[in-house]
């Protein structure tokens, strides 16, 4: 059984994600947990002094959130009505990565799945502060889904590993899942600084195909190209319906991201991410 955390502020972009994760996990048995974390200075003075007397400061914040969430549950239940799937809503007055790994912690989360802040139809998809503080401050998976991306079976998946890092088999199993509940060919990609082959790198050549020996996959790699327009090329020639990435705290990631701010990171593909964490 699967475990799944499923942040939502209603937006069209949040119920857009959600989607994606109820029909990425069809045929599966998983628990899905709908999380809205709201923000302190969303409310006024004005609207407690209107709740009622007997209403604590607590209930008059989340009491309108929680029959949101009650509502959207009830819907996906319906409409998910075949699959074997069980539904819980959770409200937490929080900073918003603090109340995610209180959720990771209580639930035993396997993967979170939110969606970008990017506008449809842009030629970059921008992910919000919230995506990339849970990125760089949350360790567990996360599966980040472009706003307006419908679902599509996976047919291929590329992973990329930067020159800096090893292949290590640890924390894989989200990617693996995927590759294998989509029967997909897996696209190994390494991004060199230059053609030398070390000894380091055909170890990790061989560590990989013994460790994806059941999966399709092919190895390729890219030499002396900034990393996010290594991945964002290889996407488009490739035609690939997914990354992933396995990644340090603020070393990989950066290099990804590198020249944006933290605030607006673009991400110059219409394709789900996935991140792993060392």
Known sequence: MKNVLLPTDFSDNSKNAIAYALQFFKNEVCTFYILHVQKASTYTTDDLMAAPAN???HQSVVGGTKEKLEILAQQLESEYSEENYTFHTITDYDIFTDAIKQVIKTKAIDLIV???NGATGAKEVVFGSNTINVIRKVDCPLLAIPEGFSFTPLQSVLFTIDFSENFTTKGMEPLVHLLEKHKAILRIL???EDDTVTKAEFDDKNRMSTF???INHTFHSIIAVP????INSFVQIMDVDLTAMY???DTFIDRFFKGSKMSKISYGTRVPLLIMHM
């Open 55 to 57: 209403t604590s400061i």
């Open 114 to 116: 939110m969606g970008t």
């Open 190 to 192: 390494k991004i060199k």
């Open 212 to 214: 994806f020996k059941e």
């Open 227 to 230: 990393t996010s327009l290594a």
């Open 247 to 249: 990644i340090k705290q």
